[in-house]
């Protein structure tokens, strides 16, 4: 019912820049806060950013705090994921994911009931 798509990811040298594209379909995308996740090959799944569906309150992992800008589109129901002065360590598979109505633990991955199939990121020394 409810899809989500993520796009963007590539590889780039340490310092660089993405942008990541979440597409939703299904459901009515306003009514709910949106999460950026990922994951790297043996660890578990990392929270990255959240932001919340109307009043648009980000929230960041300590990681990517300051090099990472999440934002959102209603009208066209997109969540963006701006990342800059990339590192190695952020490599993994980057997911979108929509949380659980009234669920505002938006930093674990339970709270969320909806993800997309994931895109990669590569940063390389």
């Known amino acids: 019912q409810v899809q989500l798509v993520e796009s963007g990811g590539g590889s780039v040298q340490a310092g660089g820049s993405l942008r990541l594209s979440c597409v939703a379909s299904?459901?009515?995308?306003?009514?709910?806060?949106m999460g950026w996740f990922r994951q790297a090959p043996g660890k578990e799944r990392e929270f990255v950013a959240y932001?919340?569906?109307?009043?648009?309150?980000?929230y960041y992992g300590d990681s990517v705090k300051g090099r990472f800008s999440v934002s959102r589109d209603n009208a066209r129901n997109t969540m963006d994921l701006q990342m800059n002065g990339l590192r190695p360590e952020d490599t993994a598979v980057y997911y979108c994911?929509?949380?659980?109505?009234?669920?505002?633990?938006?930093?674990?991955?339970?709270?969320?009931?909806?993800w997309g199939q994931g895109t990669q990121v590569t940063v390389s020394s």
């Open positions: 299904g459901g009515t995308f306003s009514n709910y806060g």
């Open positions: 932001i919340s569906n109307l009043s648009r309150r980000a």
């Open positions: 994911a929509r949380v659980a109505a009234g669920d505002r633990t938006y930093s674990s991955a339970g709270s969320y009931n909806y």
